[in-house]
């Protein structure tokens, strides 16, 4: 029996078979799913030869630790903001040696949640590096998520989302 709901386990097969006919190496940086999203890249045999690291960033600190977002972005914006996935996503790649990341910033409740920014608002980015450039620029794109439910159910959801728009993302190499 699979560690992962279906429709996970289906979205991260189809991941490890894309990542691993291209040759490429994926990098994860996670805040409101807590490693979740690592979790489903390694539950599937053999994902050594495709996943090459995780990062955990819940607090503030961390990111700017880890991941080098500026202090200065995450106070202008929120943690949960366009501007710091796409810079966790942008860091972990830097500080890695895989060719894809995806980063996941969000609201996870059941508190936290403002008018603006309610439970559920999740920023997904994804970056790739560009081998044309010698894999020293990248190319970032990022989502807004507005999940429902309870904390798991957001948390399920924004990792079946990642899956599903790292997979996308590699469908246009």
């Given at each position: ?11 991260a ?33 053999g ?20 991941l ?106």
């Amino acid at each position: 029996m699979s560690e992962l709901p279906a429709d996970q386990q289906a979205a991260a097969e189809s991941l490890a078979e894309a990542l691993r006919s291209r040759g490429l190496r994926l990098v994860t940086a996670e805040s409101c799913t807590g490693g979740l999203m690592s979790a489903a890249c390694t539950s599937l045999a053999g994902s050594s030869e495709w996943f090459e690291r995780g990062f955990v960033t819940y607090s503030n600190e961390a990111k700017t630790e880890l991941l080098g977002v500026p202090a200065c972005v995450i106070e202008a914006h929120g943690a949960v903001s366009e501007a710091v996935a796409r810079a966790m996503a942008e860091g972990a790649l830097r500080r890695s040696r895989a060719q894809v990341a995806v980063s996941l910033t969000g609201i996870a409740g059941p508190g936290g949640g403002t008018p603006g920014k309610p439970v559920g608002t999740v920023w997904l980015a994804i970056c790739r590096s560009d081998a044309a450039a010698g894999g020293v620029s990248h190319a970032t794109t990022a989502m807004r998520l507005q999940c429902a439910g309870d904390r798991a159910a957001v948390r399920g959801q924004t990792v079946l989302t990642a899956l599903q728009a790292l997979l996308d993302s590699l469908g246009r190499t």
